[in-house]
C-alpha cells in the first residue's frame, strides 16, 4: 500500500539537497513532512540515482509527478512509458500521482515544453480517454494539473474551470492545484484568479503547488513565465490563503527547479505555507 503523504507542507526532491535530507540520524526529526519527484528522473533500471531514491524513500512519504505522459495527446499515451511508470510506482509507492494538463509528445518525438490546449469537447474527449487509460494502467488515480497560460485560444468555449471539473465527472481523477499557474493564467490572460478556485470541486483537489515565477517586459508587453526559480510572491501567498480558506488545508509542495537555492530556503517557504494551514485550521 501507498504511504499516504500527510496534509503538510513539502519541498520538491533535488539532487543537490539529497544528503542534506538524508544527513540526521534515523530517529532525528524529519526536516520535511514528505517529499516530491519528477517520476521522469527515475525510469531506470538501477544505479546510483535508483539507490539514492530508496535510501530517500525509507525516510520520507514519496509523491511522484510528471512531466511526459502528454495526457492531452490525440494520438494516445505511449504504453512503453505507462509501463515504465507503473512499475516505478509499483516500487516507490507513492502517495500521490500527478501529471499536467497538456501534450508533448507528437509522432513518437517528445517535446521540451508543456504545451496548452483549447477548452472545446473535443480536446475533453481526447484528455478523458487518456486519464481513464492511464487511471486503468496504473491501478491508481490521478492528479491533473492545472497549466500556466500565455495566450487564450480564439476556439476554448468552456471556462478552465468548468473544463476540469468535467474532466473530474467523466474520468474520477483528482485535481491538483498549481496556485502560482492560475496567478501567471489570469495575469497573462486575463480572468479572476480568485473565482477560478472557488469554481473548482473542492473534494477533487488532492494537492496544491507553489512556486515563484518571473516577470518579462514592461507595460503591454509584460508576461509573466512559469519558471520555478523564485520565492512564492505576495500575491500567491495571498491566493493560497484563498485557496487554503475555500479547500480546507490540503497537501501542498513547494516547487524550485531553476537558480536552485540552499536547502533552509525551500524549508521556509515550506513553513509559511505550513503556517497559512495552521491558521486556516
Same mark, same amino acid.
Do not use: F, K, M
Given at each position: 500500500m501507498p504511504d499516504a503523504i500527510p496534509?503538510?507542507?513539502?519541498i520538491g526532491?533535488?539532487?543537490?539537497?539529497?544528503?542534506l535530507l538524508l544527513s540526521e540520524p534515523g530517529d532525528a526529526p524529519l526536516r520535511t513532512p514528505w517529499v516530491e519527484v519528477h517520476s521522469e528522473n527515475f525510469l531506470c533500471d538501477g544505479g546510483p540515482r535508483l539507490a539514492q531514491l530508496a535510501a530517500i524513500?525509507?525516510?520520507?512519504?514519496?509523491?511522484c509527478h510528471g512531466v511526459g505522459l502528454s495526457l492531452g495527446s490525440a494520438e494516445g499515451l505511449d504504453p512503453e512509458h505507462l509501463k515504465r511508470l507503473r512499475h516505478l510506482f509499483t516500487w516507490v509507492r507513492p502517495g500521490l500521482v500527478s501529471e499536467h494538463l497538456s501534450w508533448s509528445v507528437t509522432q513518437g518525438v517528445y517535446l521540451n515544453d508543456l504545451l496548452p490546449l483549447p477548452y472545446t469537447e473535443d480536446c475533453a474527449?481526447? %484528455?478523458? *480517454?487518456?486519464?481513464?487509460?492511464?487511471?486503468?494502467?496504473?491501478?491508481?488515480? +490521478?492528479?491533473?494539473e492545472n497549466p500556466s497560460r500565455y495566450l487564450n485560444f480564439t476556439d476554448s468555449p468552456m471556462t478552465e474551470a468548468a473544463f476540469l471539473t468535467l474532466l473530474v465527472q467523466r474520468t474520477g481523477c483528482g485535481l491538483?492545484?498549481?496556485?502560482?499557474?492560475?496567478?501567471?493564467?489570469?495575469?497573462?490572460?486575463g480572468g479572476d484568479a480568485e473565482d477560478f478556485i472557488r469554481s473548482l470541486p473542492a473534494d477533487a483537489v488532492g494537492e496544491i503547488h507553489l512556486a515563484g515565477h518571473s516577470v518579462v517586459g514592461e507595460g503591454d508587453d509584460r508576461v509573466l513565465i512559469d519558471t520555478h526559480s523564485t520565492r512564492v510572491c505576495p500575491?500567491?501567498?495571498? %491566493?493560497? *490563503?484563498?485557496?487554503?480558506?475555500?479547500l480546507g488545508?490540503?497537501?501542498?509542495? +513547494?516547487?524550485?527547479?531553476?537558480?536552485?537555492?540552499?536547502?533552509?530556503?525551500?524549508?521556509?517557504e515550506a513553513r509559511t505555507a505550513a503556517l497559512v494551514m495552521k491558521d486556516a485550521a
Open positions: 496534509v503538510s507542507a513539502g526532491l533535488r539532487h543537490p539537497h539529497d544528503q524513500r525509507r525516510r520520507y512519504p514519496v509523491s474527449r481526447v %484528455l478523458c *480517454r487518456n486519464i481513464s487509460h492511464a487511471q486503468d494502467a496504473l491501478g491508481r488515480q +490521478i492528479l491533473v491538483l492545484l498549481d496556485v502560482n499557474n492560475v496567478y501567471v493564467s489570469t495575469v497573462n490572460t500575491e500567491v501567498w495571498a %491566493l493560497y *490563503r484563498t485557496a487554503i480558506a475555500h488545508p490540503r497537501p501542498t509542495l +513547494i516547487e524550485w527547479d531553476s537558480d536552485l537555492p540552499e536547502l533552509a530556503v525551500l524549508l521556509d
